[in-house]
């Protein structure tokens, strides 16, 4: 990886951290008696063999033997390597890494795309609360029954004119090609930050709002943003998920913003695309219950059906993930519903959800 850590430092990332504390981030832990128990996330299993003993920092799974410390737990569920994983336990625990780097190019240039996507995304959002360029943006987001409480937690913004955006991050210090990379290509437009569980701005969606085409456009891939690797909300109802058992994925920001905005704070979105197998996974870490919610035209049935394709791919990965599916009166997506019909409406047909029978798979 060309990164090295000290080991001194490395001593005092394992004293700072609560192994405890890192898991119960992905995974609902019970606890048993001076240890704490979980369905093991390495593998599918219907009776907890996964333990975590936090007077010696480690994990151990009796069913699949993988084991090891809080570092090697997040460096399995973040998919990440070592030094990543430690210099984000580092800054849990407030830690100043010194990563020295050595030929590690992608991961260089991750860095500075999220600091960049950071500034841009605070820059947004106070161009959207404060500059009068963005009027429009204020008056659709109100139209649309946007709360400022949800207009703040999701760190919405407006991107101005592509000379503004530019000056203004040119003045953070970056260049052309750090601006190239991170790939904000979008100008008058609302944006959406979007967040992975570690709080980084990974980037954008951004909805037009004079009419301009497409509707939505987000961040180009980059090292940073891969949209079949992240799920739009995450960060902020992965508590909510866990406590209610189960996770609510529907399409778009705002059938996401909505929802949330009236108490159903267990809820994801799939930026519009198909859920990949990588997506299915990052549910399963939370829970393992979906309820599809789409609007019923033929376009709705068509990606429930692309999704149920796709989660079946995680099921059959995961081996235990259960979907079922609400399909909203015709015209009606889950934002419109709300706005229309309020929230009892959106509770009364959560209750009347069908259980989808994934092909291949029996009911249960
Ligand atoms: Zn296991």
């Known amino acids: ?97 010194e990563l020295r780097s050595g030929d ?8 500075k795309i999220l600091q960049l996507n950071y500034k841009a995304a605070v820059f947004f959002h106070e161009y959207l609360l404060r500059e009068k360029e963005a009027e429009p943006a204020r008056v659709y987001l109100k139209k649309r029954n946007i709360s400022p409480e949800m207009i703040k937690k999701f760190q919405l ?13 040119r003045n953070e210090g970056f260049n052309r090609a750090d601006l190239e990379n991170a790939g904000l290509r979008f100008y008058q437009r609302v944006t959406f930050p979007i967040f992975n569980l570690s709080g980084e701005c990974v980037g954008f969606g951004a909805r037009s709002i004079n009419g301009s085409d497409p509707k939505y456009l987000n961040s180009a891939e980059n090292p940073a943003f891969s949209k079949g690797n992240i799920l739009y909300g995450l ?44 997506q299915a996974k990052l549910i399963h870490h939370f829970t393992n219950r979906v309820v599809l919610l789409f609007d019923s035209d033929v376009a709705g049935k068509a990606a429930a059906l692309r999704n ?5 791919i995680g099921t059959i990965l995961m081996n235990d993930l259960d979907v079922e599916i609400v399909l909203l009166p015709e015209g009606l997506d889950p934002d419109s519903l709300i706005d229309k019909h309020g929230r009892e409406t959106m509770e009364s047909l959560l209750q009347k959800r069908q259980r989808l029978r994934l092909p291949g798979k029996p009911y249960r």
Do not use: W
């Open 157 to 169: 913004g407006f991107a101005p004119a592509s000379f503004q955006t530019e000056k203004f991050l």
């Open 308 to 312: 149920m394709e796709a989660l079946n």
């Open 1 to 97: 990886m060309g990164y090295q850590i000290n080991r001194a430092v490395l001593d005092r990332i394992r004293e700072n951290t609560d192994i405890v504390e890192v898991i119960s981030n992905y995974i609902t832990l019970k606890k048993s008696g001076r240890n704490f128990k979980a369905l093991c996330p390495f593998h599918s299993e219907k009776t907890p063999s996964f333990t975590v003993t936090p007077e010696k920092g480690i994990f151990h799974c009796f069913g699949c033997g993988a084991g090891g410390d809080a570092i090697s737990f997040v460096m399995k569920m973040e998919n990440a390597g070592f030094p990543e994983a430690a210099a984000l336990l580092a800054k849990k625990a407030g830690i100043n890494l």
């Open 235 to 278: 960060n902020l109802s992965r508590q909510a998920i866990r406590e209610k058992g189960e996770v609510i994925l529907v399409e778009g920001y705002l059938d996401l913003i909505k929802p949330f905005q009236n108490g159903f704070e267990n809820i994801v979105a799939s930026l519009g695309t198909a859920v990949t197998p990588n």
């Open 104 to 111: 590690d190019r992608g991961n260089e240039v991750r860095t």
